[in-house]
């Protein structure tokens, strides 16, 4: 019997635009960004 996979997600370098002054940290744009991101990386280790 083998161990599950880990469920943690790993690490990975992501880069955001510069946060304007008094904007927070977590704004719609922001939020969709990550998502964005998210999906390119998913998509792309699903290809390996």
Not at 25 to 43: D, W
């Amino acid at each position: 019997m083998t161990s599950p996979k880990s469920l943690r997600i790993k690490e990975c370098p992501m880069v955001f635009r510069e946060r304007v002054h008094g904007e927070s940290k977590m704004t719609p744009r922001i939020i969709g960004q990550f998502f964005v991101a998210l999906a390119e990386i998913k998509i792309r280790n699903a290809f390996r």
